[in-house]
């Protein structure tokens, strides 16, 4: 781990997160700065800046994890209608957290302004209030259970 790199800590559990998937080689959590409702990083356990830092088959692994939490939202009824697959990859592309992720972001129709302007902080770096942990909590535990096929009790 870097000094002081905020995914790192998450990924050791030395941070806290609203998990949504982990395997041996990736995790998926809650974005505490949602652009869309139901917005989720994927993550590299290794530190690694950028994705071209990773070794392919972990980068291509991200990606298929990416679009597992992705169907997995569709189920649950966000981004029916569109969503951001995004990866901010370096300083001048946005990417403010240097531990590679992926972005997986629902839209729903009409929503462009509220996504504009926190997409505006976000690019600016000063992002907007927090989501409620106890909203990313339930959305991560609805999410957890829609990729295992089971529903939360
Ligand atoms: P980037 O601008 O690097 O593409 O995106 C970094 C993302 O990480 C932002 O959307 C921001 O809200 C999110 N983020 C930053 N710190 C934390 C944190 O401590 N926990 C979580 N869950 N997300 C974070
Ligand atoms: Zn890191």
């Not at 700065?33 to 530190?47: R, T, Y």
């Amino acid at each position: 781990m870097t000094r002081a790199c905020i995914f790192c800590e998450i990924a050791q559990g030395k941070a806290p997160k609203a998990l949504v998937y982990e395997d041996d080689h990736c995790l998926a959590f809650m974005d505490i700065h949602p652009l869309g409702d139901g917005h989720v990083l994927v993550i590299p356990v290794e530190h690694a800046v950028q994705i071209t830092d990773l070794a392919p088959e972990t980068s291509e692994h991200l990606f298929n994890v990416a679009q597992r939490i992705l169907r997995g939202q569709r189920r649950l009824g966000l981004g029916l209608n569109g969503t951001h697959i995004l990866l901010n990859d370096g300083e001048a592309a946005n990417q403010t957290v240097p531990h590679a992720h992926i972005h997986v972001i629902p839209r729903k129709k009409g929503d462009s302004l509220r996504s504009a302007s926190r997409l505006l902080l976000h690019v600016t770096g000063l992002f907007g209030a927090r989501a409620k942990r106890t909203t990313l909590e339930q959305q991560a535990k609805a999410l957890r259970y829609e990729l295992d096929g089971r529903t939360p009790d």
